[in-house]
């Protein structure tokens, strides 16, 4: 069975960007992007891509944000989700007000302020990686997905019966990303963890070892 694996691919990944290593749909998308941050993005998403393609019947998600970019990888069966976020500073209440479960909502906002944006964003990445890995609409996964902290641990409810493992890690103090497997089979169980790697090679403070990023979340549950 292939091993779960993570990639995150720096700015720097764009001077490795060829647009011949394209599809032809994807062409033609390029093409259209005028934004610089846009192009940015689509550069080291679509450099990191054509560095470790993923296998003819593998699973894999992709995601990418303020010029880096985030793949996972798996075994033919799964599904997965990932999401990369850059954190910023934004009117956090208010989102999650609108867009949070009113648990979520109410352990967010008895934080600290200073505290408020990296919850925000792990559990943001955390419903984004929701959306890819069930295929569902951004607003339904805001609303059917939800996670909080119970005691000193992690719960989640998610819309599926199928066994899942969740991941939220911080590869920089100003990133949040997240990844969601799930086993399509209901006697399968999820033992990996996945893979770390950066690229290009020497990107990382380790150069070449296998990053360190903090985890912030791990959770799994089996078939129901």
């Known amino acids: 069975m292939q091993q779960l694996e ?45 560095h470790r393609p993923p296998a003819a019947a593998g699973a894999w998600s992709l995601s990418h944000s303020a010029g880096h970019a985030a793949l996972a990888l798996g075994p033919a069966g799964f599904s997965l989700g990932v999401d990369l976020e850059r954190c910023r500073p934004r009117r956090f209440l208010d989102l999650a007000a609108n867009w949070f479960s009113p648990r979520e909502f109410e352990q967010l906002s008895e934080l600290p302020l200073e505290e408020q944006e990296a919850r925000f964003y792990l559990l943001w990445t955390l419903k984004e990686a929701c ?31 199928s066994a899942w ?22 006697d399968r169980h999820l033992t990996d963890t996945p893979a770390l790697h950066g690229w290009p090679t020497g990107s990382e403070p380790a150069r070449g070892d296998p990053p360190a990023w903090p985890c912030l979340l791990e959770l799994a549950r089996p078939a129901r």
Do not use: H, V
């Open 6 to 50: 993570l990639w995150l691919a720096t700015p720097e990944a764009g001077n490795f960007f060829d647009p011949a290593t394209l599809s032809a749909a994807d062409l033609q998308r390029w093409q259209t992007i005028r934004s610089p941050q846009r192009r940015a993005d689509w550069m080291s998403s679509r450099a990191l891509l054509a």
């Open 131 to 161: 959306t890819k890995a069930l295929g569902l609409a951004l607003l339904q996964a805001l609303r059917d997905c939800e996670w909080w902290l119970e005691g000193a641990g992690w719960q989640a409810r998610l819309p599926i019966r």
């Open 165 to 186: 493992r969740a991941w939220a890690y911080a590869p920089r103090p100003d990133l949040r990303l997240a990844l969601l497997a799930i086993g399509k089979d209901r």
